[in-house]
């Protein structure tokens, strides 16, 4: 099992920054595929960034402008946000995927003002 708890959301101008973290306890997700998601009011969930063994991954929405990364020993993963977006203005979730397990967690509020 897997618990994770995002934070470092919050409200921001246009062009700004924002670094969100994603905690987890329970075991080392060390060795798994790590995402970061976002939802805005009335839309689906779409994927943002992924960090893997194989490397990063991003979304067109996020290319360029955010990092994701991670820290083992601390076992936590982050999303550095640069140049925000009103369109950025979303709930960000971390998602750890074990095997065929998905792991979630509560989420962040980003909101971007213009």
């Known amino acids: 099992q897997v618990q994770l708890v995002e934070s470092g959301g919050g409200l921001v101008q246009a062009g700004g920054s924002l670094t969100l973290s994603c905690a987890a306890s329970?075991?080392?997700?060390?060795?798994?595929?790590v995402a970061w998601y976002r939802q805005a009011p009335g839309k689906q969930r779409e994927l943002v960034a992924i960090i893997s063994s194989g490397g990063t991954t991003y979304w067109d929405s996020a290319r360029g402008r955010f990092t994701i990364s991670r820290d083992n020993a601390k076992n936590m993963v982050y999303l550095q946000m640069n140049s925000l977006k009103p369109e950025d203005t979303a709930v960000y979730y971390c998602?750890?995927?074990?095997?065929?397990?998905?792991?979630w967690g509560q989420g962040t509020q980003v909101t971007v003002s213009s």
């Open positions: 329970g075991s080392s997700i060390s060795p798994d595929r």
């Open positions: 998602n750890v995927r074990r095997g065929s397990n998905y792991y």
